[in-house]
């Protein structure tokens, strides 16, 4: 079977899906996700799992009813693991110098798997022009940051009934035909379910809609399949004078089993825009309890960690 390392897919959403006329994060995310995953399958020539989700800045918004280009390469690859570097182009957007604009870029990494979900070798890619040398070294550089952020997340105390930040719960039986083989949640169903629990408890810190601006950093710690009960757990853990950050735990299990095991932990920051695109000012949030604190640092050190990754994939 013949393997490709990059492939590009078109996507396009409809208004009545997208009333206020941009397509939420969300669902870019699924389609950055089935692009991806389209790569790293075609490559290893197996089935993979999303194990991680990278960074993601949305810095122009995806109108509706606009096609939707999302491109992926494969740029690294581990003994089990596929790198895969994601571009979000719009090609009816135009920037100022008459190019298409790009909306977000991201990494994403998928494990090979068996038919019994254990993970197996993968072919190795290897660079061969100087670009693609570059990105290499620079999916190895991000890994490092990428692991820094992961003991970041794991570090997080877990929340307890003294906080007193804007919180929201939603729990759903997982129902749908996004799926990997063994009907297996695709990760990026799954980040979709993320940014919506971080919408809501925005939303409602706020009073306002609000978009993501920045979104990703998700480590994905186990699958989800349908028919698991799902439970999402967003919490506001910061605010800067025109943003919300909100911190998501997402968990899941079999729905006769009282607990649920952590399948997924992420960072989202939130903002709402007004007529003119700029970010609004949002309602200022004050760290009263010491667990509330602990939450605050810790979100600030992710944004930190972020920030750092950022400047080394541009180079600097």
């Not at 550089?141 to 003294?162: C, S, T």
């Not at 925005?202 to 990703?216: D, E, I, P």
């Not at 667990?291 to 950022?310: F, S």
Request: aromatic letters at 6%; a negative charge; hydrophobic letters at 40%.
């Amino acid at each position: 079977m013949p393997t490709h390392s990059s492939i590009a897919l078109q996507f396009r959403a409809e208004a009545y899906d997208h009333p206020d006329g941009s397509v939420d994060a969300g669902t870019v995310m699924t389609w950055i996700d089935k692009t991806a995953y389209a790569s790293a399958a075609s490559w290893s020539g197996t089935n993979v799992v999303s194990s991680y989700v990278g960074n993601m800045h949305f810095a122009h918004p995806v109108p509706v009813e606009t096609r939707v280009i999302v491109q992926s390469r494969v740029v690294l690859t581990g003994r089990t693991s596929v790198h895969v570097q994601t571009r979000v182009v719009l090609p009816e957007v135009k920037d100022e110098n008459g190019k298409s604009t790009v909306s977000t870029e991201c990494v994403m990494i998928y494990v090979a798997v068996d038919a019994d979900g254990n993970s197996i070798p993968v072919r190795p890619w290897e660079p061969e022009t100087p670009e693609e040398i570059e990105r290499a070294r620079l999916a190895e550089l991000r890994g490092n940051i990428r692991r820094e952020v992961e003991e970041a997340m794991i570090a997080a105390p877990p929340p307890v009934d003294e906080l007193t930040s804007e919180s929201v719960f939603l729990r759903f039986v997982a129902a749908t035909r996004e799926v990997y083989p063994g009907e297996k949640v695709q990760g990026g169903t799954v980040m979709r379910w993320i940014d919506e629990a971080a919408n809501v408890c925005a939303s409602r810190w706020s009073g306002l809609n609000v978009v993501a601006v920045f979104a990703g950093g998700v480590r994905f710690y186990q699958p989800v399949r349908v028919g698991d009960l799902v439970e999402l757990e967003a919490r506001l853990v910061h605010t800067s004078p025109r943003s919300m950050h909100v911190s998501v735990r997402a968990r899941a299990g079999d729905r006769r089993d009282r607990e649920l095991s952590l399948i997924a932990h992420g960072l989202t920051v939130m903002v709402s825009t007004g007529a003119d695109g700029r970010a609004m000012p949002v309602r200022q949030w004050s760290a009263e309890t010491e667990q509330d604190q602990a939450l605050e640092r810790r979100a600030l050190e992710l944004v930190g960690l972020r920030n750092k990754a950022a400047h080394e994939w541009a180079g600097g």
